[in-house]
Structure formats: C-alpha cells, structure tokens
C-alpha cells in the first residue's frame, strides 16, 4: 500500500471527517471547500483532502485553505499517482471521525444544516450504516440536468435495494468509519466504480436511509469517470460490478445478482446493434442469456441473444454480397 505523506495539524477529535479527494482539480477544489466550511455544527468536524499527485494548482490551492484553516484541515499529498481506488481508502483511512462524509472535489453541498441532520441520524439510530440525501445533477456551467436524483422514494433500503441499483451519489453519503476496511481485494481494480461495492456491504450489516431532502450539486464534469462517458460505458461499468460482487454477499442473493447482470448484458446488446458491431453485440447476448438462472428473464435473453445473431447474420451475408470496393455485385 502506499503510504501518503499527511501535513496533520493538531485539532480536537472530530466528530464526522469530511473526505474530500482530488486529482487536477485546482477549479473547483475552493468551492468544494467553501461549502464545508459553511456547515453549521456543534462538533468538531475535519477536512481530509486525498490528493492523487495532481498535475495543476490543487496542492497550492489545498495548501492556502490548510495555513487558513489549520485545525480543520489535513492534507495528504503522494508522490506517485495511485489511482482512483486507493486515493479513497487512503484518504477514508486517514478520517478520525467516527463518521465520514463523501465529497469529490469537483462537487459541493447546497445545504449548511447537512452534516448536522446527517449526524443525527446516525447518533440517534445505530441500524443504519449510510445515511444519504437526494442531489441535484448540474454542468459545470451551472446548468441543471435533473433536480432530483435517485428516483427512488426517500426511505429505508436493504440490500435488495442497493443490488438493484446504486441509489447512493457519493457527495450525499455519510457512513460510520471503519466501513472500508471490508472492502475486497478486488474493489482495487474495478475503477471506475468506486462507491457501490461500498454501499452493498453497509446493507449487509444494516440500512441505508436516504433522506427527502436535496443537499447538494454532483457536477457533471467533462472527463470525470463516469459521466460524459455515454450508455456504452454505463453498461460496460454496471456489468463489472455484478461480475464481483457474488463474492462478498450471502448465497441466497446470487439469483437477484445475476439477473441484473443479464439486464445490463441486455442493454449492451441492444447498444452495441444499434451501433452496427454485431459481433460484439452477439457476445454480449450471449453473456445476457447465460449470466441469470436458466429460467431466469427466459424471454427477454431469449429475444435479445436472437435479434443479434438475426443482425449478424444479416450483416455477414451483406458484407458477403458487397466487392471491395463497395459496390454491389
């Protein structure tokens, strides 16, 4: 593991540990920050910034607000880049709170009572693991994309929840520490996605609750891990979760696993004919059709796996047809 070089100023033991994560993210690190530091509470609270070797300002940045804010905030900087994965458990790592808040540095809150009623919730009730809140989805220019999201209803969720879909924007999350420590091995090589196998096992010892309350802006940033990277990627994404995460949930939840795998093999099949790779979408029907229970989602894998090889077999017979040059024979 490497070990990040940490500028720790003396404070006194926090409450909750903001971790906030950064890779050139010079632009938007002080607004980041800014929302923090408006945060009203009645406990010691800490800023953790992980930097993963930036290229631009980010450190000069992180080093102004840390001599401005000495007894809140820490710094850990690398010498080497080591990736997305580790950037977060290390950063989660050098938290001391009991409890640790989610935040990327190209997003920020919206809300100053958000630590505070987050808080709460964790004090008041040990059953639940991750607390969360909805989120507004905005460009870097300032536009809203969606002023709600996730879908779901606010309320308690279980693991079904959380296998089905990833419901829980990580600038919205606040979990008890120590939860990371039971991440696999694997979780080290599965970038870009890097907090739903977090949430799957906070459901394995207890609940999350997402509040009915929108608290803060994900950014949409050009170039980010996910967004910007269109349905072939999302698909591609989800598909690897499922590949994983059998390995850390009980036997008896592997049959709802898999047919969500084969839904999202499904998605890519459909994608990938609509683009014209035929073979690829072929290959990706066929991991539909076998990734659920046989009789699983029988139909649907049925007719996705049948229309791509109807469309490949179309297109080899076209291709056969055509001379080099394009022309019709």
Same mark, same amino acid.
């Given at each position: ?33 800014? &929302? ?26 992180? @080093? ?20 997305? @994965? ?7 790592? @050098? ?8 935040? *990327? ?5 919206? *809300? ?38 996730? &879908? ?42 890097? *907090? ?32 910007? @990277? ?7 994404? *989800? ?62 894998? &049925?007719?996705?796996?049948?229309? &791509? ?21």
């Amino acid at each position: 593991m490497t070990t990040a070089d940490s500028n720790l100023a003396p404070a006194a033991t926090p409450l909750v540990s903001v971790a906030i994560t950064s890779f050139n993210s010079a632009q938007w690190l002080p607004r980041a920050l800014e &929302s923090v530091l408006k945060q009203r509470t009645e406990y010691p609270i800490e800023i953790v910034i992980g930097d993963d070797c930036s290229q631009d300002a980010t450190i000069n940045v992180a @080093q102004s607000y840390r001599e401005k804010y000495p007894h809140i905030i820490r710094l850990c900087e690398r010498a080497a880049n080591v990736g997305i @994965q580790r950037n977060y458990y290390e950063t989660f790592e @050098q938290c001391r709170g009991k409890y640790i808040a989610w935040l *990327d540095a190209d997003d920020y809150w919206t *809300d100053p009572e958000k630590l505070s009623i987050q808080t709460a919730v964790l004090e008041d009730d040990p059953s639940v693991t991750v607390c969360c809140h909805y989120v507004r989805w905005i460009t870097n220019e300032g536009e809203v994309k969606r002023q709600k999201y996730p &879908s779901q209803p606010a309320g308690a969720y279980g693991l079904e929840g959380i296998l089905r879909s990833n419901l829980v924007p990580s600038p919205s999350a606040m979990f008890r520490n120590g939860l990371q420590r039971q991440l696999p091995a694997w979780y080290f090589d599965l970038a870009p996605t890097t *907090d739903w196998p977090l949430w799957v096992l906070a459901a394995l010892s207890g609940k999350i609750l997402l509040l009915d309350r929108v608290m803060a802006d994900y950014v949409l940033t050009p170039g980010s891990s996910l967004m910007g @990277q269109g349905d072939l990627h999302w698909y591609k994404t *989800d598909a690897r979760f499922y590949e994983h995460i059998e390995s850390v949930i009980p036997r008896n939840w592997h049959r709802l696993v898999r047919s969500e795998k084969g839904k999202r093999y499904e998605g890519l099949a459909h994608w990938l004919r609509t683009q014209g790779d035929f073979a690829a979408s072929r290959k990706a029907a066929l991991r539909a059709f076998c990734s659920p229970f046989f009789m699983d989602r029988l139909r649907s894998k &049925s007719v996705s796996l049948a229309g &791509s090889l109807l469309r490949e077999a179309e297109w080899r017979i076209t291709t056969r047809r055509t001379t080099p040059d394009g022309q019709s024979s």
